[in-house]
């Protein structure tokens, strides 16, 4: 028998390859031909050199009255001083201090009762404690140069017969101190006393008293003395004073020009009192105040009481 074919295969077309991933490298970068940045130095801002200080513009003139800054010390360069009154009261006696170097006083105005050796009313002017210069009358009056470190102008009237005051201009060297200084006031030590405590002239005239609450007579008898000057200080804080008896000789017209009675908070006259008719209740506002009773060469009444109360 005859032998069989072997099948016949279809021919096999070969697949092509399958290509592998590619794995694509970043490109070098090339090196960079600019030259590196140069640093730039750095510019510090010079001060401004100075052109010199400003000057200070000198103080403005002070200007002091006897009503106001009685027994003050003051510092100033220039200004002026007056009585401060339409006419200046009788039994006066207050002063006030300038502190400058080498001061020269022009006379303004000058109309102080007139005598030949002033003995009855005076304006002096004292350096060191020492009275350099003593006016009165009516004006003019030359201009006086002061040597020294300040002076003390001091208004004394006796009990009748006044004039309308003074007024005077001080200039004093330059560098003298320009700003006002506090009031400087010499008191006694106070004494303490305790709540309620009653405190007279005639025992304790000149007296400083810490006090809550008290009364403040004349102290005396029948009637107080003549050509009487005392005071008494309460230190306390806005007082409210009461008038509780009256009678102390008033001038003409009410007016209070032989004999007062005086209420004074920080130097300053608060409240002048005569006659017989008690005021409204005084509210004194601040730290203190003092009760002065003065008094002209006849005529006198039986004395005053006040009762007082401070704050705690």
């Known amino acids: 028998p005859p032998t069989p074919l072997p099948p016949t295969q279809a021919p096999t077309t070969p697949r092509p390859p399958t290509p592998s991933p590619t794995t694509l490298r970043p490109p070098t970068p090339a090196p960079s031909t600019l030259p590196p940045p140069t640093p730039q130095p750095v510019t510090r801002q010079s001060p401004?050199?100075?052109?010199?200080?400003?000057?200070?513009?000198?103080?403005?003139?002070?200007?002091?009255s006897l009503t106001e800054h009685a027994g003050g010390s003051f510092a100033a360069q220039s200004g002026s001083i007056t009585d401060g009154y339409d006419r200046y009261p009788a039994s006066m006696d207050a002063s006030v201090s300038v502190q400058g170097s080498n001061c020269r006083l022009?006379?303004?105005?000058?109309?102080?009762?007139?005598?030949?050796?002033?003995?009855?009313d005076f304006v002096s002017i004292a350096v060191g404690g020492a009275v350099v210069e003593t006016v009165c009358g009516p004006g003019p009056v030359q201009a006086t140069q002061l040597s020294g470190d300040g002076f003390?102008?001091?208004?004394?009237?006796?009990?009748?017969?006044?004039?309308?005051?003074?007024?005077v201009d001080f200039a004093c060297d330059a560098g003298a101190?320009?700003?006002?200084?506090?009031?400087?006031?010499?008191?006694?030590?106070?004494?303490?006393a305790m709540a309620g405590d009653a405190i007279s002239?005639?025992?304790?005239a000149g007296g400083v008293f810490e006090m809550a609450r008290g009364v403040i007579s004349d102290g005396f008898d029948s009637r107080y003395p003549d050509n009487y000057d005392g005071r008494v200080t309460i230190q306390g804080t806005d007082c409210v004073v009461v008038v509780a008896q009256l009678d102390v000789e008033a001038g003409r017209a009410g007016q209070c020009t032989y004999d007062r009675l005086l209420v004074i908070v920080g130097g300053v006259p608060h409240?002048?009192?005569c006659g017989r008719v008690p005021p409204a209740p005084l509210q004194l506002s601040g730290a203190g105040f003092e009760v002065v009773l003065q008094t002209d060469r006849s005529v006198g009444g039986s004395g005053f009481a006040l009762e007082f109360t401070c704050r705690a």
């Open 48 to 64: 401004v050199p100075s052109q010199g200080s400003t000057p200070i513009p000198e103080a403005a003139p002070l200007h002091l």
């Open 152 to 167: 003390t102008l001091r208004l004394r009237s006796d009990t009748s017969v006044q004039g309308s005051g003074f007024l």
């Open 106 to 120: 022009t006379w303004r105005q000058l109309d102080v009762e007139r005598s030949n050796t002033c003995q009855f």
């Open 201 to 204: 002239l005639r025992d304790d």
């Open 271 to 273: 409240t002048t009192l």
């Open 177 to 192: 101190p320009d700003t006002p200084a506090p009031p400087t006031l010499e008191l006694p030590t106070p004494v303490p």
